[in-house]
């Protein structure tokens, strides 16, 4: 099976703070978008293409390895991943089976992660997502913040990423999704085409980095 990887990397990352795109910010003397490159790398996916902020290429190219092949992301992180899908197949080769997308804001995700995703493809899913059990009591408020229902728990889950697809499926989905679409993750676009969406085991360590404590957090597990 040839998978592709694509790392959505085009966000602003204002949430933590930052003075540059939270891709590029440093991580134990690498910045995020090279953690997930890396890690996508060592679960198996040797051909990755990064979306990149417009005005940020030369940035990112400098501290990618030089077969990362970067394209201009959207204002959304749904145009970003359509922006990659549209450069995953290359003229004169064939197509890719399988399309796995990442977070550069999930530096630490363990290549297991990326291996079990592949797996489940190689196996025949359409569409894979990782998974965390949620251990808080989960409620839902109204919009004073009074708690108006509580949701049992069992049977939620926590959606990481990568995220693998077969390539047919996930481009046939995003051809079907409205060019204004905002979706917060791809299983939501191909859910929205009908396609099942199966689950293997996240990890922690693949917790997404959003606020300068996330950030604090990793510092402290590469440091180790
Ligand atoms: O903003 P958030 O942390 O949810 O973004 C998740 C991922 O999507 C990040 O890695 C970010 O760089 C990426 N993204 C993108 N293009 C955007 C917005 C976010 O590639 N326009």
């Given at each position: 099976?040839?998978?592709?990887?694509?790392?959505?990397?085009?966000?602003?990352?204002?949430?933590?703070?930052?003075?540059?795109?939270?891709?590029?910010?440093?991580?134990?003397?690498?910045?995020?978008?090279?953690?997930?490159?890396?890690?996508?790398?060592?679960?198996?996916?040797?051909?990755?293409?990064?979306?990149?902020?417009?005005?940020?290429?030369?940035?990112?190219?400098?501290v990618l390895p030089a077969d990362a092949r970067l394209v201009v992301g959207?204002?959304?992180?749904?145009?970003?991943?359509?922006?990659?899908?549209?450069?995953?197949?290359?003229?004169?080769?064939?197509?890719?089976?399988?399309?796995?997308?990442?977070?550069?804001?999930?530096?630490?995700?363990?290549?297991?992660?990326?291996?079990?995703?592949?797996?489940?493809?190689?196996?025949?899913?359409?569409?894979?997502?990782?998974?965390?059990?949620?251990?808080?009591?989960?409620?839902?408020?109204?919009?004073?913040?009074?708690?108006?229902?509580?949701?049992?728990?069992?049977?939620?889950?926590?959606?990481?990423?990568?995220?693998?697809?077969?390539?047919?499926?996930?481009?046939?989905?995003?051809?079907?999704?409205?060019?204004?679409?905002?979706?917060?993750?791809?299983?939501?676009?191909?859910?929205?085409?009908?396609?099942?969406?199966?689950?293997?085991?996240?990890?922690?360590?693949?917790?997404?980095?959003?606020?300068?404590?996330?950030?604090?957090?990793?510092?402290?597990?590469?440091?180790?």
């Amino acid at each position: 099976m040839h998978a592709v990887g694509i790392v959505a990397a085009a966000g602003s990352g204002l949430r933590l703070g930052a003075d540059r795109p939270k891709a590029l910010v440093g991580l134990g003397g690498r910045a995020l978008v090279r953690w997930a490159v890396d890690t996508l790398h060592e679960g198996g996916v040797a051909d990755v293409v990064v979306a990149v902020p417009a005005n940020d290429l030369a940035a990112f190219a400098a501290v990618l390895p030089a077969d990362a092949r970067l394209v201009v992301g959207g204002a959304t992180r749904t145009a970003s991943v359509r922006a990659a899908l549209a450069a995953v197949t290359l003229p004169a080769r064939p197509a890719p089976d399988a399309v796995l997308v990442h977070d550069a804001a999930r530096p630490l995700t363990p290549p297991d992660v990326v291996a079990r995703v592949l797996t489940a493809l190689a196996d025949g899913a359409p569409a894979v997502v990782p998974v965390l059990p949620v251990v808080d009591t989960t409620v839902v408020v109204d919009g004073d913040g009074v708690v108006v229902d509580a949701v049992p728990r069992g049977r939620l889950r926590r959606v990481q990423t990568p995220q693998g697809f077969s390539r047919a499926v996930l481009a046939d989905a995003y051809d079907r999704l409205p060019a204004d679409a905002e979706l917060t993750d791809d299983a939501a676009v191909v859910r929205a085409a009908g396609v099942p969406v199966t689950t293997v085991p996240g990890d922690e360590r693949a917790a997404k980095v959003t606020v300068a404590h996330d950030l604090a957090l990793a510092e402290l597990q590469v440091a180790r």
